[in-house]
Structure formats: C-alpha cells, structure tokens
C-alpha cells in the first residue's frame, strides 16, 4: 500500500470530496429531521409535489385500520402502518430515500479519506456519526477538514524536504566524464 506522501492529489481529492459529502449528508438530514417532526409531532402531515392540493402541499397521515391515535406519534407505528392521504409525489419518502443513500456515499467518502491520511479508527466512527445526528456533520466536517489540511501540509513539507535532500545529494555527487 502506497504510503501518504506518496498519494498527495488522491489526499486532496479525498478531502474536497468528504467535504461536499459533508455538507449533502448534513443538509438532507436536516430535511429528514424536519419531516419526522411534520410526521409524527400533533401535526401528522406529510409533503407532496404535484398532487391535486397544488404543487405542494401538506396531507395528513392516519394510523391504518385497527391502530390506535397513539402509534401516530412513535416512529414505526408499533407495529401499526401509517396511511397518507395524499396524492402525488411523496416528498416526504424521497427525503427519506435520497438521504440513506446519500449517507452511504458519505461514509465511502468518510472511510477513503480516513484510508488515504492513515488515521485512527475513532476519527472514522465521529466521522460516520456526523451524518446521523442532525448539526454534527457541520460540526465534525469543520475540525475533519481542518486536521486533514494540516496533516495535508505536513506531507507536503515532508515530500518537499526529501525532493530537496535527492537533488542536493545529486548535484554533489561527481560527475563522470
């Protein structure tokens, strides 16, 4: 395996990379967060484009047949299926789809990152964790970033000092004729 200085314009693109992915996940989950409380807070509404409300609307949600008014308010209805009563694209599912998915390129993003610079395990769990709960993203890509732009400049330094050591170490040894 290649070692770091030896990779600098994968580190680069590694850590543009985490950084957009950073702020996809960290935007989606606040989306997601927003309609989880639409859903299951006293308002028991979804969001729908393009449905015969207008272009977007808000529908409300029921508990299925034989499930009782409470299963509204717990994630995952115990047990119980949520019905919506709109009609439409669900806007509020593919909030949900999109940010899974996103999430799962975040973390492809979080573990090459993590793989190129060679750091502990623990930074790639607070990695994978910004993306889970709301605000952390931000949060964990600012010091991520920032701790990569270092560890970046040190490489940097280092891969300048030894390209600086072979060519003066060139330049004494004689010449043959």
């Known amino acids: 395996m290649p070692r770091p200085i030896e990779q600098l314009p994968q580190i680069r693109s590694a850590v543009g990379f985490y950084r957009v ?11 997601l967060v927003a309609e989880m409380v639409l859903k ?12 015969s409300r207008g272009p977007l609307a808000l529908a ?34 593919a909030i949900l789809i999109v940010h899974g998915w996103i999430y799962v390129v975040y973390l492809l993003a ?3 990152l993590w793989s190129k610079l060679r750091w502990p395990f623990g930074r790639l769990l607070a990695m994978a964790l910004g993306g889970v709960v709301p605000f952390l993203s931000f949060i964990v890509e600012h010091r991520m970033h920032r701790v990569a732009l270092d560890d970046l400049a ?3 330094a280092e891969r300048a ?17």
């Open 40 to 51: 299951y807070s006293p308002t028991h509404v979804e969001v729908f484009a393009g449905g």
């Open 161 to 177: 000092r030894r390209d600086d050591a072979s060519a003066t170490a060139a330049a004494s040894t004689p010449q043959e004729a």
């Open 60 to 93: 409300p949600v029921v508990p299925a047949e034989g499930c009782q008014w409470y299963s509204l308010f717990v994630p995952g209805g115990m047990g119980c299926e949520i019905a919506s009563l709109g009609d439409g694209f669900n806007v509020s599912l």
């Open 110 to 112: 979080c573990f090459r």
């Open 21 to 31: 992915m950073s702020w996809v996940t960290g935007v989606f989950l606040l989306l």
């Open 154 to 156: 040190r490489l940097e």
